[in-house]
């Protein structure tokens, strides 16, 4: 069976982000409002490209003060001791709870790494108008909006261990300005990952499966 594959521009019609409502704009080139719901509507997000590099570029400054600068510090008797993310994994390990060093490790560390590498990614070919893997492609989207539900999952980690650290008599953690920058982060990259917009992926032409790769 041959399927013809039809785009919501070619048919002259346009989805309203609010409401869902599929409608016919009585002049295409300004969509109008939402017949429905009101909501200004459009054929395509503006800018999205500019958009999330401006977003991916503020988040790749905010990952090194991040990583770099001490995310708490720990007061003892005997102690002050700033810790960075890396010295709070290196200090989980040596106090034996490995499983809380590697899910910080890879939840502060390497999941943003990964998050801003694989975003530059399909922004780069998609400028290169690239028509290769491009269901990998849009399957890379897809897990990288699901990985961001869980990007805060270090900080419920270091809730816990503040938590505990704070039973134990004559100790004090308290968070330093690291955190910030790591909670801006997340959050750019979350926003990064949703303004990309996945239609961008199939503009450079061809609409079936299988002509591409
Ligand atoms: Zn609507």
């Given at each position: 069976?041959?399927?013809?594959?039809?785009?919501?521009?070619?048919?002259?019609v346009?989805?309203?982000?609010?409401?869902?409502?599929?409608?016919?704009?009585?002049?295409?080139?300004?969509?109008?409002?939402?017949?429905?719901?009101?909501?200004?509507?459009?054929?395509?997000?503006?800018d999205?490209?500019?958009?999330?590099?401006?977003?991916?570029?503020?988040?790749?400054?905010?990952?090194l003060p991040?990583?770099?600068l001490?995310?708490?510090?720990?007061?003892?008797?005997?102690?002050?001791?700033?810790d960075t993310?890396i010295?709070?994994?290196v200090?989980?390990?040596?106090?034996?709870?490995?499983?809380?060093?590697?899910?910080?490790?890879?939840?502060?560390?390497?999941?943003?790494?990964?998050k801003?590498?694989?975003?530059?990614?399909?922004?780069?070919?998609?400028?290169?108008?690239?028509?290769?893997?491009?269901?990998?492609?849009?399957r890379?989207?897809?897990?990288?909006?699901?990985?961001?539900r869980?990007?805060?999952?270090?900080?419920?980690?270091?809730?816990?261990?503040?938590?505990?650290v704070q039973?134990r008599?004559f100790?004090?953690?308290?968070?330093?300005s690291?955190?910030?920058f790591f909670t801006?982060?997340?959050?750019?990259t979350?926003?990064?990952?949703?303004?990309?917009?996945?239609?961008?992926?199939?503009?450079?032409?061809?609409?079936?499966?299988?002509?591409?790769?």
């Open positions: 069976m041959t399927r013809v594959s039809l785009t919501g521009a070619k048919a002259g346009v989805p309203c982000d609010a409401c869902g409502l599929l409608s016919r704009p009585a002049g295409p080139p300004v969509p109008g409002n939402c017949p429905r719901c009101g909501e200004a509507m459009a054929f395509r997000r503006r999205p490209i500019q958009r999330t590099w401006a977003l991916i570029i503020a988040a790749a400054i905010c990952y991040a990583n770099f001490p995310v708490m510090t720990t007061t003892t008797l005997k102690s002050v001791r700033p993310i010295g709070g994994v200090r989980l390990y040596e106090s034996g709870s490995w499983v809380l060093a590697l899910i910080v490790l890879v939840a502060s560390v390497m999941i943003p790494l990964v801003l590498t694989a975003l530059s990614y399909l922004l780069i070919t998609v400028q290169l108008r690239s028509n290769r893997k491009r269901r990998e492609r849009a890379l989207l897809r897990m990288l909006k699901a990985i961001g869980w990007s805060m999952l270090d900080v419920f980690v270091a809730t816990v261990v503040v938590a505990l039973l008599p100790m004090s953690v308290v968070p330093e690291g955190v910030m801006a982060v997340v959050i750019l979350i926003f990064a990952a949703n303004t990309f917009d996945p239609r961008l992926i199939w503009d450079s032409g061809g609409e079936t499966r299988g002509e591409d790769d």
